[in-house]
């Protein structure tokens, strides 16, 4: 694809249950980013993989929150034991520079709503 | 702590008019300043961005104005449209690897 692409486009789930969301950066990106986007707020750093180097897990708000990216390409974000204030647009993003610095390019994002 | 502090948090502006939105930041190590810009439904997409070794980026009817003393930043749009109705978020990072983003404003434009 062209793009950043991401599933599910929407996700409704119930307080308690595990979520995966997943991620398929542009072909070719050595970063991939995740962000958590609330209404009202900015977009929230959750974790950064770049390479094959050890994952800046810096911003995953608990450790309910994991990601993991298979191959240097794909990234799934896992939310165990969702509650209601994870409700959120989670957002993934790539880009193509070693540094990091060249242009993020966004996925549509997966909106996910915990009962 | 909110690693950079963005203002208005909405904004309505006239068909052909002048649209500011203004960021600060404390960290005097960032240097790189990204604005994004947001549809509903969408991703962010990247609109323009400044590095501070200059004090203005121009590109088309965007400009970034960049105070390196005041740790501040802004973005101009110059002759607003309907169409740049949206919701813009600016960025900082030292790195490259960590981006900390404002809570972005959400712009309208009235024909």
């Known amino acids: 694809g062209a793009g950043v692409s991401q599933s599910p486009s929407n996700k409704v789930t119930e307080k308690g249950k595990d979520v995966e969301l997943r991620c398929d950066p542009i072909s070719g990106h050595t970063a991939l980013y995740w962000y958590r986007q609330s209404l009202g707020q900015g977009l929230e750093f959750l974790i950064y993989f770049q390479g094959n180097s050890a994952p800046d897990k810096s911003g995953l708000p608990s450790d309910r929150f994991s990601a993991e990216r298979t191959g240097g390409s794909v990234s799934t974000l896992t939310i165990q034991r969702t509650q209601q204030e994870d409700s959120a647009v989670y957002l993934c993003?790539?880009?193509?520079?070693?540094?990091?610095?060249?242009?993020?390019?966004f996925g549509p994002g997966t909106r996910l709503t915990v009962l | 702590q909110q690693q950079v502090k963005q203002s208005p948090q909405s904004l309505i502006v006239q068909k052909g008019g002048i649209s500011i939105i203004n960021c600060a930041y404390e960290?005097?190590?960032?240097?790189?300043f990204p604005w994004y810009q947001q549809f509903p439904g969408k991703g962010p997409a990247l609109l323009i961005a400044?590095?501070?070794?200059?004090s203005e980026k121009k590109e088309g009817r965007f400009t970034i104005s960049f105070n390196k003393s005041a740790k501040q930043f802004s973005l101009h749009i110059m002759d607003s449209q309907p169409g740049d109705s949206a919701t813009y978020f600016c960025?900082?990072?030292?790195?490259?690897?960590?981006?900390?983003f404002g809570t972005g404003t959400s712009l309208t434009v009235i024909p």
């Open positions: 993003a790539s880009s193509s520079a070693a540094t990091g610095k060249d242009t993020q390019y």
């Open positions: 400044i590095r501070p070794d200059v």
């Open positions: 960025a900082a990072s030292s790195d490259g690897n960590q981006f900390y």
């Open positions: 960290n005097t190590a960032f240097d790189y």
